[in-house]
């Protein structure tokens, strides 16, 4: 099974600086036929189900605000949240669907404010 | 509007079953793959099961091989989750979620429902 290892386990920053959240997989999820790395995003709010942010590493979905961005490739990624909103505490956790089954998750990294 | 209701969650002893089942409107639910995730109290994700689009493939996570069935009927836009020999660990939030996109095996989840409990208590 794939490994998924976030960091760091939580984060407290300031209304407006930058959040940066890394996942680590352990096999790389980029497949050569396509170039695409299958990796996604994903923030859950205290009460809520989990909402898709990211896909494919770095394709927003609809609705998703800018500020929020992926990067990375092969097995180390990046979620950036670019100027940090209240609206934005949450639990974020990456994923990988590339060798499935089974899909896993990172362990999740937990976002406050300061 | 894209929807997944999920019901049928509840307290259920060590070694009981229950049925839990995911409702879909919004869209042509025969033409993706659907999964099953739950949520253990206070713990992360943990994917679960997954169905594709026709129900002519299953797979299972380890911990519920042999225990859990996930079946799926068109005619009704509904999945369902059978769960038999349940021990405390299966205490959950169980969700269910579409494949997004191509709606494979291979493609992120991109509708949730809300979730519903599972508690295994005596």
């Known amino acids: 099974d794939i490994v998924m290892t976030q960091s760091p386990d939580s984060l407290a920053l300031s209304l407006g600086e930058r959040a940066t959240i890394n996942c680590k997989s352990s096999?790389?999820?980029?497949?050569?036929?396509?170039?695409?790395?299958?990796l996604a995003w994903y923030q859950q709010k205290p009460g809520q189900p989990p909402k898709l942010l990211i896909y494919?590493?770095?394709t927003r979905e609809s609705g998703v605000p800018d500020r929020f961005s992926g990067s990375g490739s092969g097995t180390d990624f990046t979620l950036t949240i670019g100027s940090l909103q209240a609206e934005d505490v949450a639990v974020y956790y990456c994923?990988?669907?590339?060798?499935?089954?089974?899909?896993?998750f990172g362990g999740g990294t937990k976002v406050e404010i300061k | 509007q894209v929807q997944l209701v999920e019901s049928g969650g509840g307290v259920v002893q060590p070694g009981g079953s229950l049925r839990l089942s995911c409702a879909a409107s919004?869209?042509?639910?025969?033409?993706?793959?659907m999964h099953w995730v739950r949520q253990a109290p206070g713990k992360g994700l943990e994917w679960v099961a997954f169905?594709?689009?026709?129900?002519?493939?299953?797979y299972y996570a380890d911990s519920v091989k042999g225990r859990f069935t996930i079946s799926r009927d068109s005619s009704k836009n509904t999945m369902y989750l059978q769960m038999n020999s349940l021990r405390a660990e299966d205490t959950a939030v169980y969700y269910c979620?579409?494949?997004?996109?191509?709606?494979?095996?291979?493609?992120?989840?991109?509708?949730w429902g809300q979730g519903t409990m599972v508690t295994v208590s005596s």
């Open positions: 494919w590493a770095s």
């Open positions: 919004g869209f042509t639910f025969s033409n993706y793959g």
């Open positions: 979620t579409k494949a997004g996109l191509g709606g494979s095996k291979n493609d992120a989840f991109d509708i």
């Open positions: 096999q790389s999820l980029l497949y050569s036929s396509n170039n695409k790395n299958y």
């Open positions: 994923q990988q669907y590339y060798i499935t089954p089974p899909v896993t």
């Open positions: 169905i594709r689009y026709d129900g002519s493939e299953k």
